[in-house]
């Protein structure tokens, strides 16, 4: 009966590991910076960040004290700028969709 039940308890925890791992990926997920800008004077600057990948990716781009999330994939990043309160990031997708470009203006 003592095997049966340490058997038991060593498969509950087994079990219950995986669960408690993803919970805590979800609740603190870890952040992986995927491009990085500075204006041309170094006054602002504009981060394209992963949030999380599970179950679908989700990222932020992150200038001044705002923040744009999206939830698409793209394949190549690009910021250009006009000027230091002004900036262009152009998200590519696959071959044949279109990009998406976003206009950033900072205070």
């Not at 990222?59 to 999330?69: L, P």
Request: aromatic share 14%; net charge negative; with cysteine.
């Amino acid at each position: 009966m003592k095997q049966i039940l340490i058997f038991g308890a060593l498969l509950l925890i087994i079990c219950l590991t995986p669960i408690f791992i993803l919970l805590y990926s979800l609740k603190n997920p870890e952040q992986e910076q995927l491009e990085h800008s500075v204006s041309p004077n170094n006054i602002n600057e504009v981060e394209v960040i992963v949030i999380y990948d599970f179950p679908d990716p989700v990222f932020e781009i992150r200038y001044g004290q705002e923040t744009i999330e999206f939830t698409k994939k793209r394949e190549d990043i690009s910021i250009y700028w006009e000027d230091d309160y002004k900036a262009f990031v152009r998200l590519e997708g696959r071959v044949g969709e279109e990009p998406r470009i976003f206009v950033l203006t900072f205070d």
